[in-house]
């Protein structure tokens, strides 16, 4: 035991002497890196901040369920009736017909144009509000908005059904594109990411290469010899993925008092988070597994050619 933890600070130690003889390059391909990382992450942290908002807007959901013009005010009563029975509802409030007139004649320019008419042309109408589904996504909740408002169109004296959040389903889809690309675009990054530090490895390699023929005829055994280049790629990156998270932390600064103006319009106080701690060390878990994964191809490719 005490022999292999002796290794291993051996090869530890040995990857900052080895970055130490070339800092400078050390230092670009840990900002490549970073830089390469902060794209995906950044977009993973919009993505994760906006799907909570979805969530809570479908999380109370609503139906618009208007009557035909000439549904008297007893057919009226007699829909909302029905809804009152019907599963998943928990209110339901009538909206006369001359309410929604007067509401509408208070907005600008409306007044002058509806007294042209000979009557009011709007119909009576009921606001259905469904039981939140706890833990369901805003697809489900969408979906059962559907299924309901098919049931309430069959109802007598019932013109249109509206689903008030039909657009969160909407935005759910192009959420869901963007998920796609960002997944695409983690992928290309990552295969840049390994091929830096693959030609990182690659240089040390043959740098080193008399150093580690002395080594092998001593004795050296193969692990003991690729080691630290697998030590060198993790700990690039770590470092790159640590860079990635300062720079996507500090990019969210500027941004977040843009966002907070623009969220201050709608009366809410939105604003997009740095990912949690959790998120932060699997992100640097899989920083590190990539550079070593690029270590261990460099190093499997040009220690087993032969010398020229």
Known sequence: MRTWLAEHRFAFLEVFARLGRQPLSAVLN???VGVALALPLFGYTVLADLQPVTGRLASDP???VFMTLAASRAEADAVGDALRHMSSVVEVRFVPREIALAELRQRPGMDAILSALNQNPLPDAWI???APLPGASPRDVVGLQGQLAAQIGQLPKVEHVQIDSQW??????????????????AATLALAVVAVIFNTV???VLT???????????????????R????VGALEGVVGGSLSLALVSLSLLPLNRSLLDFAHLYGSEFQLAPPPLVDSLAFLALAALLGWFAAVLSVGR???QPRT
Not at 228 to 231: A, D, K, T, V, W
Request: net charge positive; glycine share 6%; hydrophobic share 50%.
């Open 128 to 130: 259905v509000r469904l």
């Open 302 to 304: 040009h220690l087993s």
């Open 208 to 226: 080193q290469r008399e150093e580690i023929e002395v080594a092998s005829l001593f004795g050296a055994t193969r692990r003991f010899i690729r």
């Open 168 to 185: 969160v389903e909407r935005i759910e889809a192009f959420l869901g594109f963007l998920r796609l690309g960002l997944a695409i675009l």
């Open 228 to 231: 630290p280049f697998y030590y």
């Open 30 to 32: 840990v900002l490549v």
């Open 202 to 204: 690659r240089l040390q």
């Open 62 to 64: 609503e139906i618009s």
